[in-house]
């Protein structure tokens, strides 16, 4: 399963970013799709997950308030809105799908089955 992800950029602290991430070509709703991140020097933290149909998300406490995770099955996407970004949201973002057989969203990297390459966004102050 090809996970492509995209949307990373520079932006300054407050400002706002979209990351995006595809799965051409399979049945996207079978999977629950989660987002990851990893700064410099430190070990890779969950950020949002979503279930399949989309109902339903989960975020960790560093983002919850800022960012918004939501899917569009018919264009087998998910979208990380990043609103009020701090210097410290700074990393490689990656996105992540559990095997179709799971239904429920996961915060430990080990539970998710398939990785895009990531996307690196960077805050400045």
């Known amino acids: 399963v090809q996970l492509q992800a995209f949307g990373g950029g520079l932006v300054q602290a407050g400002g706002s970013l979209r990351l995006s991430c595809a799965v051409p070509?399979?049945?996207?709703?079978?999977?629950?799709m989660g987002w990851f991140r990893q700064a410099p020097g430190q070990e890779p933290e969950f950020v949002a997950a979503?279930?399949?149909?989309?109902?339903?998300?989960d975020y960790s406490d560093s983002v919850k308030g800022r960012f918004t995770l939501s899917r569009d099955n018919a264009k087998n996407t998910v979208y990380l809105q990043m609103n009020t970004l701090k210097p410290e949201d700074t990393a490689v973002y990656y996105c992540?799908?559990?095997?179709?057989?799971?239904?429920?969203?996961?915060?430990?990297?080990?539970?998710?089955?398939?990785w895009g390459q990531g996307t690196q966004v960077t805050v400045s102050s």
């Open positions: 979503i279930i399949k149909s989309g109902v339903s998300t």
């Open positions: 070509g399979r049945t996207f709703n079978l999977y629950v």
């Open positions: 992540a799908a559990r095997n179709p057989r799971w239904i429920t969203f996961r915060r430990e990297r080990n539970d998710y089955d398939y």
